[in-house]
C-alpha cells in the first residue's frame, strides 16, 4: 500500500474521477477530484503536471455542477501557480485564461449572453480577464522567451479558442515583441508569429514570416518541424486561390 503523500496517489485518484466525469455523473468525479487536490497540495509541488492536471478537471466538474464561485477560486489558483512558478509558465496561464472565459461563459448561459461580444455587462467579470492578460504581459514585456511562450500558447493551445477569438491583436502583439527583443532572428520566435497570422487568416504573411524562420540556423529537430510549417502555409495559401 502506498504512504498518503505518495504522489501517484493523486494521479490514480484523478484517473478514477474521470470514469465519473466521462459517464455525465460530474457530482462524483467532483468529489474524487476533491480529494485528488487536497493530497495534490501536500504531496506535490507547483507546476508539476498531475497537480496541474487535477486542478483542471476540478475546476471543470465544478462548472458542472453549478459552483461557479468555487471554480474561478480554482481558475485563480491555475493563473496564480503559472505565473509564481520558476521558470513561469505563460502556456499555462493563457489556458488559464482560455478557462476562466469558459466559466463566465457557463456563468452566462442562464441570461443567453454572447461572451465573444464586444460589450459586456461588468457584472460578468469579463473585464477582470482582460486585466489578467494586460498584467502578464506587462510583467513579461522585456523577457523574449516568455513574451514567445505566451503567445505560442495563445495560439496552439488546443483548448483555447476563446482566448483566440477575444484576443487577437494581443496574441499578435505579444509575438511581435518577442520578435523585436531578438531582432527578428530567433527561428523559433518568427515561426511563431507566423503562426499567429496563420490563424488572423494573413496567409502570405505567415507564409513570409515561416520562409524566414527556415532560411535561419536552428537544431535538426526544430529545422524540421520548421520546413514542414512552411509546407503546410504554402498548401493553405495555394488552396485559397
Known amino acids: 500500500m502506498l504512504p498518503a503523500d505518495d504522489p501517484r496517489l493523486v494521479e490514480w485518484r484523478t484517473e478514477y474521477g474521470d470514469m465519473f466525469r466521462g ?4 457530482e462524483q468525479a467532483r468529489d474524487v477530484y ?13 507546476g508539476n503536471r498531475a497537480r496541474w492536471i487535477v486542478l483542471a478537471d476540478l475546476q471543470d466538474a465544478r462548472v458542472h455542477t453549478g459552483d461557479i464561485d468555487g471554480a474561478l477560486a480554482l481558475n485563480d489558483e491555475i493563473l ?26 457557463a456563468m452566462d448561459a442562464a441570461d443567453d449572453l454572447d461572451l465573444t461580444a ?13 486585466q489578467l492578460l494586460q498584467d502578464a504581459i506587462t ?11 505566451l503567445a505560442w500558447g ?44 496563420f490563424i488572423r487568416g494573413d496567409l502570405e504573411q505567415a507564409l513570409a514570416l515561416q520562409e ?15 520546413q514542414e510549417t512552411l509546407l503546410e502555409y504554402r498548401e493553405a495559401l495555394e488552396g485559397s486561390r
Not at 118 to 130: C, G, I, K, N
Open 80 to 105: 496564480g501557480d503559472a505565473r509564481s512558478m520558476e521558470p513561469p509558465d505563460p502556456g499555462r496561464y493563457a489556458w488559464g485564461l482560455d478557462g476562466r472565459l469558459g466559466i463566465l461563459e
Open 212 to 226: 524566414q524562420a527556415v532560411a535561419l540556423p536552428s537544431e535538426a529537430t526544430l529545422h524540421e518541424s520548421l
Open 23 to 26: 459517464t455525465g455523473n460530474y
Open 139 to 149: 510583467q513579461w514585456w522585456d523577457d523574449a522567451e516568455l513574451m514567445n511562450l
Open 154 to 197: 495563445m495560439a496552439t493551445e488546443h483548448d483555447g479558442d476563446r482566448v483566440r477569438e477575444r484576443y487577437p491583436n494581443q496574441m499578435l502583439h505579444v509575438a511581435q515583441r518577442a520578435c523585436e527583443l531578438t531582432r527578428h532572428e530567433d527561428a523559433n520566435n518568427l515561426d511563431t508569429l507566423a503562426r499567429v497570422h
Open 118 to 130: 464586444q460589450s459586456l455587462p461588468s457584472s460578468r467579470r469579463v473585464q477582470e480577464v482582460d
Open 34 to 46: 476533491e480529494q485528488a487536490m487536497e493530497e495534490a497540495r501536500v504531496s506535490l509541488p507547483v
